[in-house]
């Protein structure tokens, strides 16, 4: 068993955040004495759930719904399979945009550091858009890609 303080630091989040959770209901059963929660294992793992569903974008009201499927049974299995379908399609192209957007930070972070050896841009650009060197123009090409 776990206090809301320990809980609070291994997750790194705040006490208030965990007692918000609480009263939405997403710690059905979560244990207490007096006015003291104790955490199990059951809601540290629903807590590293709230997580990543909150990380894949989900909001409160919508986890909440997860967990009123979750306490209906093996008849929601359809329903809780086709969100975590959804949140991962979700965070796929996110992950996509982003290597997109790492491509071009790594690309632009050579152009500068090439602009600042010759002094110039002239190299570069009689490069562009095709002439790079193999691994740039890859860079390039992803962070161009529409």
């Known amino acids: ?10 997750f ?5 955040t ?11 059963h979560l244990e207490r004495k007096g006015n003291i929660r104790y955490f199990s294992d059951n809601e540290l793992e629903a807590l590293s759930l709230i997580s990543c569903l ?4 989900l909001e ?8 009123v499927w979750v306490s209906e049974g093996s008849g929601s299995y359809e329903k809780r399979k086709k969100l975590f379908e959804t949140r991962k399609s979700v965070v796929e192209d996110e992950i996509k945009s982003l290597q997109k957007t790492l491509a071009l930070l790594k690309f632009k ?3 500068y550091e090439t602009a600042l050896e010759d002094g110039n841009e002239d190299r570069i650009n009689n490069m562009l858009p095709d002439k790079l060197p193999p691994e740039i123009q890859k860079l390039y090409d992803e962070s161009h890609k529409r």
Not at 12 to 16: A, F, Q, R
Not at 60 to 67: A, C, G, L, Y
């Open 1 to 10: 068993m776990y206090t809301i303080g320990r809980v609070s630091q291994m």
């Open 12 to 16: 790194n989040i705040p006490v208030s």
């Open 18 to 28: 965990l007692r918000y959770y609480d009263r939405e209901g997403l710690f059905p």
């Open 54 to 57: 909150k990380n894949s974008g």
């Open 60 to 67: 409160i009201k919508d986890i909440k719904q997860f967990f």
């Open 109 to 111: 972070c050579w152009y």
